[in-house]
């Protein structure tokens, strides 16, 4: 495999659960970013990883969203208490630089 | 174009013609370009990609073009096929990570 993989690509939840994605990026890319897209909209930067550090977070990214890179390979986001404006595409893309390659994402619904 | 919420511009060509996508950047900082396609339901695609150092990049059937002074980045695609129809996006990268511009989508008349 060598692209940029993301599980689940569909997740439909209940308005207040929690979700979890996951994102494996290529092998040996040391920076991973995460972005969400809606409809019509190109995608938001929310936040990226080089290796295990979270460099930089978007103003978008509200205390309900987390994200990890524990051993600086996969990485989780999390949002809790989920709210029907979370609803969205979640990609996930790695580079090594300076390419960024993107996965196939998350598709989020929140009812 | 410029769009307005949902509505993305649009440019419908005819199989075989060329295309021309144009996008504005805005940072003028930035020091690398990047194309993408997108289709429906799928993530960005990378097309192809230009430093701020050159102002012409060709790949197969595409060819990037970057004017600085005016901060306008373009993307031609030749003798277009189905397989282009998409949405497609131009991204900046002034640091580490990349934002992007308005979409357009293209449309491909067979």
């Known amino acids: 495999d060598t692209g940029v993989s993301q599980d689940p690509r569909h997740k439909i939840t209940k308005r207040g659960q929690n979700v979890t994605f996951r994102c494996d990026p290529i092998s040996e890319h040391n920076r991973l970013y995460w972005y969400r897209q809606t409809l019509g909209q190109g995608p938001e930067f929310l936040t990226y990883?080089?290796?295990?550090?979270?460099?930089?977070k978007s103003r978008l990214l509200s205390d309900r969203f987390s994200a990890e890179r524990p051993k600086g390979s996969f990485s989780t986001l999390e949002i809790q208490r989920t709210e029907q404006g979370d609803s969205a595409m979640y990609l996930c893309?790695?580079?090594?630089?300076?390419?960024?390659?993107f996965g196939q994402g998350t598709r989020l619904t929140v009812v | 174009g410029e769009s307005v919420g949902l509505h993305l511009p649009t440019l419908s060509v005819q199989e075989g013609d060329n295309s021309i996508i144009n996008c504005a950047y805005s940072?003028?900082?930035?020091?690398?370009f990047i194309w993408y396609k997108q289709e429906s339901g799928k993530g960005p695609q990378f097309i192809i990609d230009?430093?701020?150092?050159?102002d012409k990049r060709q790949g197969q059937r595409v060819t990037v073009l970057l004017n600085k002074t005016v901060k306008h980045l373009s993307l031609q695609i030749a003798a277009t096929q189905p397989g282009d129809s998409a949405v497609y996006f131009c991204?900046?990268?002034?640091?580490?990570?990349?934002?992007f511009g308005t979409g357009t989508r293209l449309t491909i008349i067979p």
């Open positions: 230009i430093r701020s150092n050159m």
């Open positions: 991204a900046e990268k002034p640091h580490e990570k990349l934002t």
């Open positions: 940072n003028s900082a930035s020091d690398y």
């Open positions: 893309a790695s580079s090594e630089s300076p390419e960024a390659f």
């Open positions: 990883f080089q290796n295990e550090a979270q460099l930089e």
